[in-house]
């Protein structure tokens, strides 16, 4: 499309024509404009609603013709949104187009925002691993503030998908393996991109996806199908879709799986009866990039109009790309095989949306030059990225206090294929890379270790590690230094959408240049680089320092720096179970006990156990150091038993009892001993992250209600048995230092 679209007359003269319809009544509540526009929308222009189209610059799906008469369509109200069009210019000249429509309805512009704008923070499993809401809800806040600048009014994002596969690409899109975690990463996320209440300029509006159970895809191979139980849905995968609800999501995409055989776009259970019924979802829902037209290829529906109609009955509001509702839905209605109330539903959702938006009193609110330039070059926005980057990264391992490297060392070797990485670190699914801006590890270490330091560099190979060519300049370079600091892992693109991964060991021979160095007697400091958990057992066992740093963002290398110098001392956790094995996969700390528990790892025989290996992770959800340690004592209940209106309050003193200051992650979990379904080992329940100074102490509680003793049973019923449960307090699922049982009396 070419950008020299804007009307001649000046915006005054549009908003003057918008306002001449009575749906831009002075005072009128948005209910009563949406019915008063839509009373005067054809068929067609209501169809054109639904209908959302990805401009050319910047593609995210399979390609089409669908843009071959965009411009047309746009003026003619074919079109209702359109993806992947951003920046103030741009959307004020695609805006420009819709306001020479019949009935000049506004475009909504959406993009995938999903961890930054400009400013790139973590990916989001990265941030989960803070266990910090509030810097998750700001980076989302200051994502908001850029794009809404930039002509944005809509983010696909957060993703809330619980994923148990780190096979699966898309994990490192959303928080992890938890309901509950990710239940509360969830409702900060939406918070942090809508604000207070949508319409201000500084906000977007977010997008809860994928609904549902996208991130169960049977091997971890992306756009699988998923077969799980109704119970296991409502409990586990569920959840952090219903605190999107609750925290105000305006939009939900749905996914592009089959779950129990029924495409989730054509899935009448999630969308009609579990979303818009029981939650009372008011928002409208996007199908994935052509998900609809997806359903021909599952089997599911015969042709597009097929899929149109299966689509828009079973609550699909919105079609991304695929051209089905734009093509089908009229001829649909016309023939009797679609209500035409169910088109009228979705398009009053989508409407309602632009009202609330502001966008009939200003189409241009959000495309504003200025505020753009403001926004991106805000130096707290880098700050921010900064600081929660090094909040978002993990100490899995730190033997003989390897860590922090101490200042005033003569010489550090930075080895390793990523070391000097700069794309790398901005992670996938950006909006724009700049990584002439992300300042790489090599350069972040030379600057904070000073001039009275040597630093050098090697690579030793590429990412992908094919050969061992550069291993002798890796092995020079490491024997004239003090420290080793060796970078590994991943390349940006190897997770994300599409990237699921059968081995999700390092690259190629990455654990052979580990083991070159060892050998060679420079055991190094390890820095892991990936978007998802891998699997490194040679490194884990010899390592003597392990800091999983994710895919960090604009200041990922400054930030990796502040953390190896000790600038910051780590408090991230895992929001994912690291295991040991491809074997061990899918792999959550919520275990089930079996008639044949392992109670013993040296007593297997007829156990539920591997012959092989261990049944332990590598590394436990929860898990990760600290520079400091911390002591949790003298734990307290109000009382031991309550009635199911009643609560418990469970206290404890935490303590910082080394050296220098740090914050812990306090976690709360609890075992249902009997019940009438099976109930897991641990649940995490509460989790608070506390900030102390050495030696300093501070009372911590945690309160107990019936929903936290609730399940949903074999009826899909919520409910809380009475009996005996009990409570476990600790730093990681693996590490609990406290322990408590109430009781729930009928």
């Known amino acids: 499309m070419t950008r020299n679209w804007i009307a001649r007359s000046a915006a005054t003269t549009l908003l003057a024509l918008i306002a001449n319809g009575a749906w831009a009544a002075d005072g009128a509540a948005i209910p009563e404009r949406v019915e008063a526009l839509l009373r005067q929308m054809t068929l067609a222009e209501k169809v054109g609603q639904l209908n959302q189209l990805s401009d050319k610059q910047f593609i995210t799906g399979p390609e089409s013709e669908l843009r071959r008469n965009l411009e047309s369509d746009i003026r003619a109200g074919k079109v209702g949104s359109m993806l992947n069009v951003k920046g103030a210019a741009d959307t004020r000249a695609v805006q420009a187009i819709a306001m020479q429509s019949r009935l000049k309805i506004p475009l909504l512009f959406g993009l995938d925002v999903i961890h930054g704008y400009d400013t790139i923070f973590p990916v989001p499993l990265g941030e989960a691993a803070s266990w910090d809401l509030e810097a998750i809800e700001q980076s989302a806040r200051i994502a908001a503030r850029e794009a809404s600048a930039a002509g944005i009014h809509w983010t696909f994002a957060p993703m809330v998908d619980i994923a148990r596969d780190p096979r699966?690409?898309?994990v490192m899109e959303g928080a992890g393996e938890d309901a509950?975690?990710?239940?509360?990463?969830?409702?900060?996320?939406?918070?942090?991109?809508?604000?207070?209440k949508?319409?201000?300029?500084?906000?977007?509006?977010?997008?809860?996806?994928?609904?549902?159970?996208?991130?169960?895809?049977i091997a971890g191979r992306d756009y699988n199908a998923v077969d799980m139980s109704e119970q296991l849905l409502y409990e586990t995968y569920l959840p952090p879709f219903k605190a999107a609800v609750d925290a105000g999501a305006a939009t939900f995409m749905n996914s592009f799986n089959t779950l129990n055989g029924v495409p989730a776009t054509g899935s009448a259970l999630l969308q009609r009866d579990i979303l818009k019924g029981a939650w009372g979802f008011k928002g409208f829902v996007?199908?994935?990039?052509?998900?609809?037209?997806?359903?021909v290829p599952h089997g599911y529906a015969s042709d597009l109009s097929d899929a149109a109609a299966k689509a828009i009955i079973a609550g699909?509001?919105?079609?991304?790309?695929?051209?089905?509702?734009?093509?089908?839905?009229?001829?649909l209605v016309g023939a009797g095989k679609v209500d035409v109330k169910l088109v009228d539903d979705a398009v009053r959702r989508v409407l309602t949306k632009k009202f609330e938006l502001g966008l009939f009193d200003d189409p241009y609110r959000f495309s504003d030059p200025k505020r753009e330039k403001e926004a991106v070059s805000d130096p707290a926005h880098r700050a921010a990225a900064r600081a929660t980057a090094a909040k978002s990264m993990v100490?899995?391992?730190?033997?003989?206090?390897?860590?922090?490297?101490?200042?005033?060392?003569?010489?550090?070797a930075v080895i390793g294929p990523l070391a000097d990485a700069r794309r790398d670190l901005e992670g996938g699914w950006i909006v724009k890379s700049n990584a002439a801006r992300v300042v790489n590890l090599v350069d972040a270490i030379r600057a904070q270790a000073g001039a009275g330091t040597r630093v050098s560099f090697a690579a030793g190979c590429d990412v992908a590690c094919a050969s061992d060519s550069g291993f002798a300049a890796a092995l020079a370079a490491a024997r004239e230094a003090d420290v080793v600091v060796l970078a590994v892992g991943?390349?940006?693109?190897?997770?994300?959408?599409?990237?699921?991964?059968?081995?999700?060991?390092l690259p190629g021979r990455q654990e052979q240049l580990f083991a070159a160095l060892k050998a060679a007697g420079k055991t190094p400091v390890v820095v892991v680089l990936a978007g998802r958990p891998l699997i490194f057992e040679n490194v884990a066992r010899d390592a003597k320092a392990i800091l999983y740093a994710w895919l960090p963002g604009s200041e990922g290398g400054n930030a990796i720096a502040d953390v190896l110098f000790g600038a910051v001392n780590p408090s991230a956790r895992l929001p994912m179970t690291?295991?040991?094995?491809?074997?061990?996969?899918?792999?959550?700390?919520?275990?089930?006990?079996?008639?044949?528990?392992?109670t013993d790892e040296r007593d297997i025989q007829y156990k539920s156990a591997y012959i092989d290996m261990s049944n332990s992770p590598r590394y436990a959800f929860g898990h990760g150091l600290s520079y400091t340690t911390f002591a949790y004592r003298d734990l307290k209940l109000s009382r031991n038993a309550m009635k199911a209106d009643g609560k418990i309050t469970l206290s404890f003193t935490l303590a910082n009892t080394g050296p220098v200051a740090g914050a812990e992650v306090a976690q709360l979990y609890l075992r249902d001993p009997v019940a009438s379904s099976v109930r897991p080992l641990k649940e995490l329940k509460g989790f608070q992250k506390i900030a102390l100074a050495p030696g300093q102490q501070q009372q911590v509680s945690f309160t107990i209600d019936r929903d936290s003793l609730a399940f949903f049973n074999r009826k899909l019923q919520w409910v809380a048995e009475p009996g005996q449960f009990e409570l476990m307090v600790g730093a990681a699922s693996d590490d609990i230092r406290l322990r408590a049982n109430i009781e729930l009396t009928e």
Do not use: C
Not at 181 to 195: N, T
Not at 198 to 217: E, I, P, R, W
């Open 286 to 295: 996007v199908s994935d990039w052509n998900s609809i037209g997806e359903m």
């Open 395 to 412: 100490l899995l391992k730190n033997d003989g206090g390897a860590l922090p490297i101490k200042r005033g060392v003569k010489s550090i």
């Open 578 to 598: 690291f295991p040991r094995h491809q074997g061990q996969i899918p792999i959550s700390y919520q275990q089930y006990s079996t008639g044949r528990p392992v």
């Open 180 to 196: 509950y975690l990710g239940s509360r990463i969830a409702a900060a996320r939406v918070r942090g991109f809508q604000g207070v």
């Open 198 to 217: 949508l319409g201000g300029t500084g906000s977007v509006m977010a997008t809860a996806k994928h609904f549902a159970a996208y991130g169960a895809a």
């Open 168 to 170: 699966w690409g898309r």
């Open 316 to 331: 699909s509001d919105m079609d991304m790309e695929s051209n089905a509702y734009a093509g089908s839905l009229a001829q």
């Open 490 to 505: 991943e390349s940006w693109e190897m997770s994300g959408e599409a990237k699921s991964r059968a081995d999700i060991g």
